[in-house]
């Protein structure tokens, strides 16, 4: 069983940069994908972006041009550069990851808003003003 822990939140102006990372303790087996999603309250969870281990990236049109995802596979940590801020981003952010890979990185990104909350971490909160 993997653990995700969060961090790299914060609070910044917008314009401004922040990098969010995803640790992973435990070994990940075979062919990987990881995500990086988002909610503010009373709003369901959106994808932002997901990275196969191979390097296929898929970003979601409201952060494309401004986020960049990337994945130290030697430490198991995920990352996520954020710049450009923008108030909209303003949300707690949550990782996933999944092994074996789905097949395609865009219907994985659109599944997992669905999974129940016990499926969640602690999230990072990320607020833009």
């Known amino acids: 069983h993997v653990q995700l822990v969060e961090s790299g939140g914060g609070s910044v102006q917008v314009g401004g940069s922040l990098r969010l990372s995803c640790v992973a303790s435990?070994?990940?087996?075979?062919?990987?994908?990881m995500g990086w999603f988002r909610q503010i309250p009373d709003k369901e969870r959106e994808g932002v972006a997901a990275?196969?281990?191979?390097?296929?990236?898929y970003y979601s049109d409201s952060v494309k041009g401004r986020f960049n995802i990337s994945l130290d596979k030697s430490k198991n940590i995920m990352y996520l550069q954020m710049d450009s801020l923008k108030p909209e981003d303003t949300a707690m952010y949550y990782c996933?990851?999944?092994?074996?890979?789905?097949?395609?990185?865009?219907?994985?990104?659109?599944?997992?808003?669905?999974?129940?909350?016990?499926?969640w971490g602690q999230g990072t909160q990320v607020t833009v003003s």
């Open positions: 435990g070994d990940i087996i075979g062919r990987y994908c």
């Open positions: 990275i196969y281990q191979s390097g296929t990236i």
């Open positions: 996933r990851v999944e092994s074996p890979a789905w097949t395609s990185l865009r219907l994985w990104v659109a599944y997992q808003p669905r999974l129940p909350p016990n499926h």
